[in-house]
């Protein structure tokens, strides 16, 4: 079974920054595409930030020049660096992988997504 560990996670004032971390329990070579999504209070979950097997990067529009997302086949890990962060950007993180989806253009849905880690919290206030 696939397992997907996010971290990285934390409480953070307006304007700082985070790294966010998803081990993946296999080879992410075999992901053709991976992705952080976030679920923000009383709202749907979203797509923040794709990442193709070839590094072609798609970023949601409220995140764009502040977020950038990028993998490590070497290390099995999935990145996201988090800049400039906003009480908007509160949330549960969560990244996904799927062997089949691909994203060459944008950020696929999240019902494309088989594997799901559990997510890890990121809190953004002064």
């Known amino acids: 079974e696939v397992q997907l560990v996010e971290s990285g996670g934390d409480l953070v004032q307006p304007g700082g920054s985070l790294r966010l971390s998803c081990a993946a329990s296999?080879?992410?070579?075999?992901?053709?595409?991976m992705a952080w999504f976030r679920r923000a209070p009383e709202k749907e979950r979203e797509g923040v930030a794709a990442?193709?097997?070839?590094?072609?990067?798609h970023y949601a529009d409220s995140v764009k020049g502040r977020f950038t997302i990028s993998r490590d086949n070497a290390k099995n890990t999935l990145y996201l660096q988090i800049n400039s962060l906003k009480p908007e950007d509160t949330g549960m993180y969560f990244c996904?992988?799927?062997?089949?989806?691909?994203?060459?253009?944008?950020?696929?849905?999240?019902?494309?997504?088989?594997?799901w880690g559990q997510g890890t919290q990121v809190t953004v206030s002064s």
């Open positions: 996904a992988a799927d062997e089949i989806v691909e994203c060459p253009f944008s950020i696929p849905p999240d019902s494309e997504f088989g594997h």
């Open positions: 296999r080879s992410t070579d075999s992901y053709y595409c």
């Open positions: 990442i193709a097997s070839d590094g072609g990067a």
